[in-house]
């Protein structure tokens, strides 16, 4: 119970902090590395705490965590994996339904260049794509995969199977960037939190983030090509 209760804290103090962000109206939506540290800098702090409390106290051990050493070759492979995933997934989905190229740009451009850019005004600069990047591959892998993984995927464990921990870890993921962050109701949400279940079952805590740092490398890819070939 104890165990629960602490995970339930940690994904809660994740919501509340999102959920406060943009009810307080003061989220820097135009300002993207102001906004990466007030966003992410407060989830990562939490989700380095929780971690750190749940080995201090001994409620979940390194094992449970996640937290074992692992070669460079798995988690490269389920890098490079997310990446071709997340670029290949959109673009087959487009070209089978018989879009041409100014279709398919003008697509990304509507929703991949606004999710990962906003309404920044165009051409990009060297500066803007890697503020993105290290938002997208670095804070937001940590921040996420900790609580929504880590701790949450130990607890699905004691109750149900490996398939339905993770069916349940996507699903909590899919409710989390819906109601909390504001997303659209896109099943990928829960195709993404489904897979980097697996990738923590398979790999560990180093597997999850590499997983979904590779899937967001896709999206960079994705949203930048289209800023690229819009202009």
Known sequence: MRRTGFMAAAIAAHIAWILALR??????????????VVLYGPGLVTAGLALAIALRTGLFTASELGLRRQSWAPLIGLFVAGTIIEVAGPLGT???????????????FRHEFRYMYNA?????TAWDIGVRAVKSLVLV???EEI??????????????????SAVASGLVFFLV??????????PAYFLHGFGFAWAFLWAGLPGAVAAHAGVSLGVVALATFAAFAHT
């Open 147 to 164: 609580p929504y993984r880590s701790l949450f995927m130990p607890i699905a464990l004691t109750g149900t199977s490996r398939s339905w």
């Open 94 to 108: 487009m070209v089978a339904s018989g879009m041409n190229y100014d279709e398919i740009v003008a697509h990304l």
């Open 177 to 186: 960037h819906w109601i909390a962050f504001g997303g659209a109701p896109h």
């Open 23 to 36: 009810a307080s109206g003061l989220d820097p939506v135009d300002a993207p590395v102001l906004r990466g």
């Open 141 to 143: 892998p940590l921040t």
């Open 120 to 124: 920044q005004a165009l051409p990009l």
